[in-house]
C-alpha cells in the first residue's frame, strides 16, 4: 500500500506539471494517459471491508505494469525537462548577450552624444557652451581691435592731413617770401646798376 501511495502521490505530481487533459476514453493500463490506468486499476480491483477499513486487492501484474509505465513517463519527464533546461540555458546565455551587445551599443551612443556636445580646439576637446563661449569672445575681441585701427588710421588721417596742409602753407609762404626775396635782390641790383651808371657819367 506504502508503494502504491507513492506512485499516486507521484503521478498526481507529475500530471499536475504536464498540464494536460484528456477527453474521456475507455479505459486501458496500456495506454492513455497514467491518470487513466489508475483509474483502470481501481476499476478492475476488488475491495473488502475489514476492521471497519476498505482494502482494494489489486493484482501485483498489474501494479508492475503501471510501475513501468510510471517510471517511463517519469523518464520521459525528465528528459522533458532536461531539454527545458538546456533551451533556458541558451536563452540566458543569449540574454546575456543581447545585455552586453546592448551595452556596447549605449556606450557607443553616450561617446556619440559626448562628441557632439564637445568640439576640438588644438587638440582639446572642449563643451560645446565653452567653444561657443572662446569663439565669440575672439570675435569680439577681433571686432574690437578692428574699431581700434580704424579710429587710430582716422586719427592718424586727419593728423596726416593736417600736416600735408600745414606743410602746403609753408611751402606757399616759403615761395611767397622767395618771390619777394627776388623781387628784392632784383630792385638792390637794378638800383646798383642805376649808381654804377650815375658814377660813370659824373666822371
Same mark, same amino acid.
Given at each position: 500500500?506504502?508503494?502504491? /501511495?507513492?506512485? =499516486? $502521490?507521484? &503521478? ?14 475507455? $479505459? /486501458? =493500463? ?16 476488488r475491495n473488502y471491508r475489514e ?31 532536461? /531539454?527545458?533546461?538546456? &533551451? ?5 546565455? !543569449?540574454?546575456? #548577450? ?14 556619440? &552624444?559626448?562628441e557632439k556636445d564637445s568640439m #576640438?580646439?588644438?587638440?582639446?576637446q572642449m563643451g560645446k557652451t ?21 579710429? %587710430?588710421?582716422? #586719427?592718424?588721417? #586727419? ?35 642805376? !649808381?654804377?651808371?650815375?658814377?660813370? %657819367?659824373?666822371?
Amino acid at each position: 500500500m506504502k508503494i502504491l /501511495s507513492t506512485v =499516486l $502521490l507521484t &503521478i498526481v505530481f507529475t500530471i499536475q506539471i504536464q498540464g494536460q487533459t484528456t477527453p474521456p476514453q475507455e $479505459l /486501458s =493500463l496500456n495506454s492513455g494517459p497514467i491518470e487513466d490506468r489508475f483509474e483502470y486499476i481501481f476499476k478492475n480491483s476488488r475491495n473488502y471491508r475489514e476492521d471497519g477499513r476498505r482494502y482494494e486487492v489489486v493484482r501485483y501484474e498489474n501494479l508492475l505494469t503501471l510501475k513501468g509505465h510510471t517510471l517511463d513517463s517519469l523518464n520521459a519527464l525528465k528528459v522533458k525537462l532536461k /531539454s527545458t533546461e538546456g &533551451i533556458v540555458n541558451a536563452q540566458s546565455e !543569449e540574454i546575456e #548577450s543581447l545585455k552586453k551587445s546592448l551595452n556596447s551599443t549605449k556606450e557607443t551612443l553616450d561617446n556619440t &552624444i559626448a562628441e557632439k556636445d564637445s568640439m #576640438s580646439l588644438f587638440g582639446m576637446q572642449m563643451g560645446k557652451t565653452g567653444y561657443n563661449v572662446l569663439m565669440w569672445g575672439i570675435i569680439i575681441g577681433l571686432f574690437a581691435l578692428m574699431i581700434f585701427f580704424i579710429l %587710430k588710421f582716422k #586719427s592718424s588721417n #586727419s593728423l596726416t592731413k593736417a600736416a600735408q596742409h600745414k606743410l602746403a602753407e609753408v611751402e606757399s609762404e616759403f615761395d611767397e617770401h622767395r618771390r619777394i626775396a627776388l623781387e628784392r635782390e632784383q630792385k638792390v641790383r637794378r638800383q646798383l646798376q642805376d !649808381e654804377i651808371m650815375k658814377h660813370k %657819367k659824373s666822371k
